[in-house]
């Protein structure tokens, strides 16, 4: 933490993620993923409020894991226990810095693009519907097509309103194209993802990851293939792979921007006035846009 906080300068918006892994303090037992909810809630609460004390007056936003609806992957818990540990972490938050803004957990694809009786929906409904008092801003991930946006900041503020309050909306991830919004590449791609995931063991380490990698780990196989036959791929998912031909590489740059600017428009719009930019192509951070 103190390696972070020696490079601000006090000009940034800082926004952190903590979330609920460890090798010995949770549910599951691993330091990287999936978290899950603490053995002892009140240590829990005594962390949070360290590292946020440690942290006042540098760190303005704090956000309760990520995507916590992504249960297995992102979240080992129900609704309800995610929802014990929110209210926690956000009297934490409010006990070691008054100021500080406490984030719900990301509101992403598998809720956006889930029927209303859909088990993503009905953990966030859940979540929205008691945890009125544990959230200052609601999180939504805006990937895909740009023209989805106003309904997806619909769909968030359907969440809270059916409950009788609304608070504002940041956007923690955005970023456009991706390759899921192209019919003829989403056959190609679920596939290989679904091969990788099955053999994916259920918690992932930064130890376990580390072994997996020597020896090839199930969704590098699974991009391995796709590279061998990149040729006969389609062009669509071809450009966004390393070494496409220069045309199609060309084309998802020009299709990028657009993107860019025809989501975040329509967000601004919408009164997002906080936006994370997360760049699907590279392994890069977050770039934090404060609108103007």
């Keep these: 933490m103190d390696a972070l906080l020696d490079q601000l300068d006090g000009d ?5 993620t903590l979330c609920s892994s460890s090798p010995w303090a949770t549910r599951e037992a691993t330091d990287f ?54 209210q926690a972490m956000y009297t934490a938050v409010k006990q070691a810095d008054p100021g500080a803004v406490v984030v719900l957990g990301g509101c992403g ?37 740009a023209a989805r946006v106003p309904g997806h900041l619909a769909t968030a503020r359907e969440l809270m309103r059916a409950h009788g309050y609304l608070k504002p909306i940041v956007a923690g991830e955005y970023a456009a194209p991706i390759p899921f919004e192209f019919p003829e590449v989403g056959a190609v791609l679920y596939q290989a993802l679904a091969e990788a995931f099955a053999q994916a063991p259920r918690t992932q380490s930064t130890a376990e990851l580390a072994e997996r990698e020597q020896g090839g780990t199930p969704e590098r196989r699974a991009m391995t293939a796709l590279y061998e036959r990149m040729p006969e791929l389609p062009p669509k998912l071809q450009m966004f792979m390393e070494g496409c031909p220069g045309e199609l590489e060309a084309k998802r740059h020009r299709v990028s921007r657009r993107q860019l600017v025809m989501g975040t428009v329509p967000a601004l719009a919408e009164g997002v006035r906080r936006t994370a930019y997360w760049t699907s192509r590279r392994r890069s951070p977050r770039r934090w846009t404060p609108a103007r």
Excluded: K
């Excluded at 966030?124 to 959230?135: M, N, Y």
């Design 12 to 16: 940034e918006e800082v926004w952190i």
């Design 109 to 145: 694809y598998d809720v956006l693009s889930a029927e209303e009786d859909g088990e993503p929906r009905r953990f966030f409904e859940h979540v929205t519907r008691s945890g009125r008092d544990a959230f200052d801003v609601f999180d939504v991930h805006l990937y895909g097509e």
């Design 33 to 86: 993923l999936p978290p899950s909810p603490a053995r002892d809630l009140s240590a829990y609460a005594r962390f949070v409020r360290e590292v946020v004390r440690r942290c006042a007056g540098r760190v303005r936003y704090w956000q309760c894991d990520n995507e916590p609806s992504n249960t297995g992957l992102l979240w080992a818990g129900t609704a309800e226990e995610y929802l014990t540990q929110l």
